[in-house]
């Protein structure tokens, strides 16, 4: 494996009983980038991460990290990975900094090293007034600065988030992706799941998961500009009564409502979107406006995940209001 890859996995499978949570994932993920799990609840995010990890064997195909074959190597690989879990749990009782001394001691760090690391660690993440505070009197934004400073206590070449923010109000989140390119810009390797659509645009690569099979991936840019289908938006009366009409053509491969315009993705081999949409329906003969527009992330993920989309919704999760998540509740597609 090339010096500059991270992960590279082949073939990856996964089942529980005769359920299949990992479907033959290939991943090949550079070193020193913040690379992306996107996916709904249940689309083997957590899963594919504890196989990356060597904590979980998988029942075909292979995994390289870090240059160790896993999950042979896979003790010699924990020391250079960190490993924030969805369901971080700190000690409540215990203080900041005896969070940190406690993990420091788990990874084995030289007892001189300990209390520079910590007070390096609380400074970085605005930690450093609450150093003495338990753990559990900790805001949602301070706790995952906390879950962070432990993953990364050791130095970490390849760090895991399993939904780091999915608690933590926008602003929190947005300083939190601020620490992760800090630590990107220093050479760490991050890979993150999430369900957030802009968190996904934020990362340098993605993959996007379903019913534990990679739907597509590449950068952000390149998703959206090879995805198939164009968008086009559609503003007037009597909305919802033509997205009904709308979603009969076989060239449309989804629409949505926000707010007083419908968000139409239309196969991109009919043509001119717009002239082909008026073509087509009666929005020839009215005087609604019509115009393309740039894609989104979220339009990238209805295009290669339509045929379950619906169905793979039905699992809300706790969304921040005002953050774009994949939590489609406006949205019909069509069977792709
Ligand atoms: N230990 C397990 N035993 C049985 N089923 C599991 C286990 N872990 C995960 N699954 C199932 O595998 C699927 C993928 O789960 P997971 O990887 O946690 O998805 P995600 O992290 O994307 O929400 C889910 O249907 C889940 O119920
Ligand atoms: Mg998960």
């Known amino acids: 494996m090339s010096e500059a890859i991270a992960i590279e996995a082949r073939g990856l499978t996964r089942r529980f009983g005769t359920y299949i949570a990992v479907n033959q994932l290939d991943l090949r993920i550079p070193r020193g980038v913040i690379y992306g799990f996107l996916g709904p609840n249940g689309s083997g995010k957590s899963t594919t991460i504890r196989l990356l990890t060597g904590l979980l064997t998988p029942n075909a195909g292979s995994v390289n990290v870090l240059g160790l ?9 924990r020391r250079r990975i960190g490993y924030m879990t969805q369901k971080f749990s700190l000690y409540g009782d215990l203080t900041l900094a005896e969070n940190l001394a406690f993990i420091a001691r788990i990874y084995g760090l030289p007892h001189a090293e300990v209390k520079h690391r910590s007070d390096e660690l609380l400074d970085r993440y605005d930690l450093t007034r609450q150093r003495k505070q338990l753990a559990d009197t900790l805001s949602g934004g301070q706790r995952q600065r906390l879950a962070l400073a432990c993953a ?31 630590l990107c810009d220093g050479g760490t390797t ?55 009409e709308l979603l009969q053509l076989a060239g449309v491969r989804s629409v949505a ?3 007083e315009q419908l968000r139409v993705l239309v196969n991109a081999q009919s043509g001119d979107p717009v002239a082909w949409l008026r073509a087509h329906s009666s929005l020839g003969a009215s005087a609604h406006q019509l115009a393309l527009v740039r894609p989104s992330l979220e339009d990238v993920f209805v295009t290669c995940t339509s045929n379950s989309f619906n169905n793979s919704f039905n699992n809300p999760v706790n969304t921040p209001a005002n953050t774009p998540a994949i939590n489609p509740t406006h949205n019909t597609t069509r069977p792709g």
């Open 69 to 77: 074959q896993l999950p042979r190597q896979a003790d010699a690989l």
């Open 152 to 182: 990364t206590l050791h130095q970490p070449e390849l760090l895991f988030l399993d939904e780091p923010t999915s608690a933590v109000d926008p602003e929190n989140r947005r300083d939190f992706w601020e620490k992760l390119f800090d």
């Open 190 to 244: 991050i890979l993150v799941s999430t369900h957030y659509m802009d968190e996904a645009e934020r990362c340098h690569y993605l993959a996007i998961l379903e019913t534990g099979i990679k739907r597509a991936d590449g950068t952000p840019q390149d998703l959206m500009r090879n995805m198939g289908a164009t968008v086009v938006e559609v503003l007037g009366p009597n909305l919802r009564k033509l997205k009904q």
């Open 257 to 259: 409502q926000l707010g």
